[in-house]
């Protein structure tokens, strides 16, 4: 190891930025540590906003970095192409020289889903979100937009473009039943604000294919189509399997209860590209929810291995699930650790403004802990599913 400490994080999105602040910010740490994150910009993406900016109700979700990352780590602009394990480096997509690194951690998040139809849209970065944007814009009274998924993001989006386009015919086509992770109630409530806002629900409908007017679905029918967005999940970055490291199939870093590498103990995982095991992250989605407390728990491992000490297995769980319903409504279902719906729900405008806080409190927990390094607490998972 060299005299300096040299953590390198790839992807500043919500785990990147929480553990490279709980990082730089530590008091335990020698003052030879460097911090250093990756990111193909600048900026950090509020990506829980996105739905905004492809509906028009927001001009960007980007936040200057500095204004979310302490001072102490450095940013490199640029993308990483490749990681070398066994050299402890990673590559640059624009051929800058090396970086050596003595521990990685991998954030970089999620992105379109391989099984997403060629010719849909998506609404997975500010690049796409903004060719959504685009094409929405042009679209002409009467037009048809196919919203696929019957998750929290297609809602999100669907009741955001309705709102914001009422002349568009807007419909929402779910291979399952949407909504179904609600409670009953909560459900209710969605369902009942998207007809309101002339948003047609198609559940048990899965679609096969879709071009530039149509959507194909497996029961043979053909819908007319003018815009089709994929939001059904997203995929894996393909980073860790070209560099040749462990992945699950979708391509995820596989990491062990602690959020480490068990081929290589040098490197970390938090956030949506990572796997890990069931018995403490089976209840996890991809999410910001469990991003955040992902990337401090990372940062956490990474100190105790620089300490010498056995990193400690993660524990985080959920509380609440918040979906807006276009500006002026929104949904707050409160759920067990393990993510199953409990009976309270807030809808309505309260239901908007509280989502809204909770879209503000991501960044507050950021830069709160940007102020006081281990100042962010997390709610604890359920039990590890050996210990039930
Ligand atoms: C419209 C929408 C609404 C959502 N709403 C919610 C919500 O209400 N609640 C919730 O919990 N979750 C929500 N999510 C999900 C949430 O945004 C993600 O789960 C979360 O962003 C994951 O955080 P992350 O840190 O893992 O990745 P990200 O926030 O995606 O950050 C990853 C970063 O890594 C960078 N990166 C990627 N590849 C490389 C590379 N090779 N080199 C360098 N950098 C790289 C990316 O550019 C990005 O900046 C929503 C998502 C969308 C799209």
Redesign the pocket.
């Given at each position: 190891m060299s005299a300096r400490f040299r953590v390198v994080i790839?992807?500043?999105?919500?785990?990147?930025v929480m553990a490279a602040n709980r990082l730089a910010g530590s008091k335990q740490l020698p003052e030879s540590l460097t911090v250093t994150i990756?990111?193909?910009?600048a900026d950090?993406?509020e990506?829980?906003?996105?739905?905004e900016v492809?509906a028009g109700s927001r001009a960007s979700a980007a936040v200057p970095m500095r204004s979310v990352l302490n001072q102490r780590a450095d940013v490199i602009a640029?993308?990483?192409?490749k990681i070398d394990p066994i050299n402890r480096q990673v590559y640059f997509?624009s051929g800058r020289a090396p970086l050596s690194y003595d521990a990685l951690l991998y954030?970089?998040?999620?992105?379109q889903a391989a099984k997403a139809p060629v010719g849909a849209y998506g609404?997975?970065?500010a690049e796409s979100a903004g060719r959504l944007r685009a094409r929405l814009s042009q679209l002409e009274e009467g037009a048809r937009v196919s919203i696929i998924g019957g998750g929290?993001?297609s809602i999100?989006?669907s009741a955001e473009i309705a709102e914001r386009y009422p002349g568009l015919q807007v419909r929402l086509v779910s291979r399952g039943v949407i909504a179904d992770t609600l409670s009953h109630s909560g459900r209710h409530a969605v369902r009942k604000r998207l007809s309101a806002l002339g948003v047609e629900m198609m559940d048990n409908t899965d679609v096969q294919a879709c071009d530039s007017s149509s959507v194909r679905t497996s029961g043979g029918d053909t819908l007319t189509s003018d815009c089709t967005i994929w939001?059904a999940g997203?995929g894996a970055?393909a980073?860790a399997r070209d560099s040749g490291l462990p992945t699950d199939a979708e391509g995820r870093l596989m990491v062990d209860e602690s959020l480490s590498c068990p081929q290589y103990a040098d490197i970390f995982g938090?956030?949506?590209?990572v796997r890990i095991p069931d018995s403490v992250a089976g209840h996890l989605r991809?999410?910001?929810?469990?991003?955040l407390p992902?990337?401090a728990h990372a940062a956490d491992s990474i100190l105790a291995r620089l300490q010498k000490q056995a990193p400690a297995p993660l524990s985080a769980g959920y509380v609440l699930k918040?979906?807006?319903l276009g500006r002026k409504s929104g949904l707050i279902q409160t759920v067990t650790a393990d993510d199953r719906p409990r009976s309270l729900v807030v809808r309505g405008r309260l239901g908007g403004l509280a989502?809204e806080q909770i879209?503000r409190m991501t960044l507050g927990w950021i830069r709160g802990e940007l102020r006081r390094s281990g100042s962010y607490k997390w709610a604890k998972g359920p039990l590890p599913t050996a210990a039930r």
């Open positions: 790839i992807g500043a999105g919500y785990a990147g990756v990111n193909p910009v950090f993406l990506r829980i906003r996105l739905h492809a640029d993308s990483v192409l997509s954030s970089v998040g999620s992105t609404l997975q970065d929290l993001t999100e989006l939001a997203f970055p980073l938090a956030g949506d590209a991809m999410s910001c929810a469990a991003a992902l990337g918040c979906i807006s989502k879209c």
